[in-house]
């Protein structure tokens, strides 16, 4: 008896679906499993966890962060670099902070917890910051001694050109002081909260400052990753932690450096991306060669 063509299509299909669920379902991913765990490939495959005593550490693709209770660094460790994922390397969250480099004006309104930082202000709080627990110069172009955006908004008689009738220094609030006390002969008012200055008419215009323009602190320390898990930092910030963490456990800065240089890896193939230093890895040998003073 020949079956209605309906049905025979029907049965086909569903043929077709137990063949594919098996083969795609349960052969493939069970294969791909099993290949995992071959010699050389199933550390990776298990996601390069790290352990330390015989204890589940982290994994040396996800950085994490080392500060206290309070999120503040732990002076005898190597920071890792900022994150925008979640509060900070979470891998449920893994994102970026969306802002670009246009982003300078900082969002001040009445309810602080409606306020946001710019973009220019995050990279001038870290650079000041990272500054302060290394002992060096955090300074950078278009960023007040403050740590925030040197940003003015300024107002001028015919709109976008004419003479400057009012200044305002859109990131900064009082008691602070104005970075510069005027601009073209006019006084710098602070901002006030909850006041747009932008959509009042003023000409956003950042003031570079004497700053160098190579900062001693490196673009890395101050910028999260696209990913916000990134594990890496740059040779360049882990050199200018060297002194400081050596200190914090009475080591020779010069061994210190070397454990670094072990833990520092090199261009992938010889050729893409940068070398990076991985931050958990580093610390752990820390740990492991000069104990915590």
Same mark, same amino acid.
């Given at each position: 008896?020949?079956?209605?063509?309906?049905?025979?299509?029907?049965?086909?299909?569903?043929?077709?679906?137990?063949?594919?669920?098996?083969?795609?379902?349960?052969?493939?991913?069970?294969?791909?499993?099993?290949?995992?765990?071959?010699?050389?490939?199933?550390?990776?495959? @298990?996601?390069?966890?790290? &352990?330390?005593?015989? &204890?589940?550490?982290?994994?040396?693709?996800?950085?994490?962060?080392?500060?206290?209770? @309070?999120?503040?660094?732990?002076?005898?460790?190597?920071?890792?670099?900022?994150?925008?994922?979640?509060?900070?390397?979470?891998?449920?969250?893994?994102?970026?902070?969306?802002?670009?480099?246009?982003?300078?004006?900082?969002?001040?309104?009445?309810?602080?917890?409606?306020?946001?930082?710019?973009?220019?202000?995050?990279?001038?709080?870290?650079?000041?910051? #990272?500054?302060?627990?290394?002992?060096?110069?955090?300074?950078?172009?278009?960023?007040?001694?403050?740590?925030?955006?040197?940003?003015?908004?300024?107002?001028?008689?015919?709109?976008?050109?004419?003479?400057?009738?009012?200044?305002?220094? #859109?990131?900064?609030?009082?008691?602070? &002081?104005?970075?510069?006390?005027?601009?073209?002969?006019?006084?710098?008012?602070?901002?006030?909260?909850?006041? @747009?200055?932008?959509?009042?008419?003023?000409?956003? &215009?950042?003031?570079?400052?004497?700053?160098?323009?190579?900062?001693?602190?490196?673009?890395?320390? #101050?910028?999260?990753?696209?990913?916000?898990? @990134?594990?890496?930092?740059?040779?360049?910030?882990?050199?200018?932690?060297?002194?400081?963490?050596?200190?914090?456990?009475?080591?020779?800065?010069?061994?210190?450096?070397?454990?670094?240089?072990?833990?520092?890896?090199?261009?992938?193939?010889?050729?893409?991306?940068?070398?990076?230093?991985?931050?958990?890895?580093?610390?752990?040998?820390?740990?492991?060669?000069?104990?915590?003073?």
């Amino acid at each position: 008896m020949r079956l209605p063509t309906w049905i025979a299509q029907h049965l086909a299909a569903l043929r077709a679906l137990l063949v594919f669920t098996v083969l795609l379902g349960l052969v493939y991913p069970l294969a791909l499993v099993a290949l995992g765990q071959l010699p050389g490939l199933h550390h990776k495959a @298990d996601g390069s966890l790290i &352990t330390s005593g015989g &204890t589940m550490v982290g994994s040396s693709l996800i950085g994490q962060s080392f500060t206290d209770a @309070d999120g503040n660094p732990v002076a005898r460790y190597f920071q890792s670099r900022p994150s925008a994922a979640g509060d900070g390397y979470d891998p449920t969250s893994t994102s970026a902070s969306n802002l670009g480099p246009e982003s300078v004006v900082d969002t001040i309104a009445t309810d602080p917890e409606e306020s946001s930082e710019s973009l220019l202000t995050q990279v001038c709080a870290r650079s000041k910051a #990272v500054g302060e627990l290394n002992g060096v110069d955090g300074s950078r172009p278009y960023c007040t001694p403050g740590g925030v955006g040197a940003v003015l908004a300024v107002f001028h008689a015919d709109g976008l050109t004419g003479p400057v009738t009012r200044v305002v220094s #859109v990131n900064q609030v009082a008691p602070a &002081t104005p970075f510069v006390p005027s601009y073209q002969g006019v006084p710098v008012e602070l901002a006030k909260p909850g006041e @747009d200055y932008v959509a009042a008419g003023g000409v956003v &215009t950042p003031i570079r400052g004497d700053a160098p323009a190579d900062p001693a602190v490196p673009a890395d320390a #101050v910028t999260a990753s696209a990913s916000g898990l @990134d594990p890496q930092i740059s040779p360049a910030y882990a050199e200018l932690q060297v002194n400081r963490v050596a200190r914090e456990r009475g080591a020779d800065p010069a061994a210190v450096r070397k454990l670094v240089e072990e833990h520092t890896a090199g261009r992938a193939l010889g050729f893409m991306g940068a070398p990076g230093v991985n931050v958990l890895e580093l610390n752990l040998a820390l740990d492991k060669r000069f104990a915590a003073r």
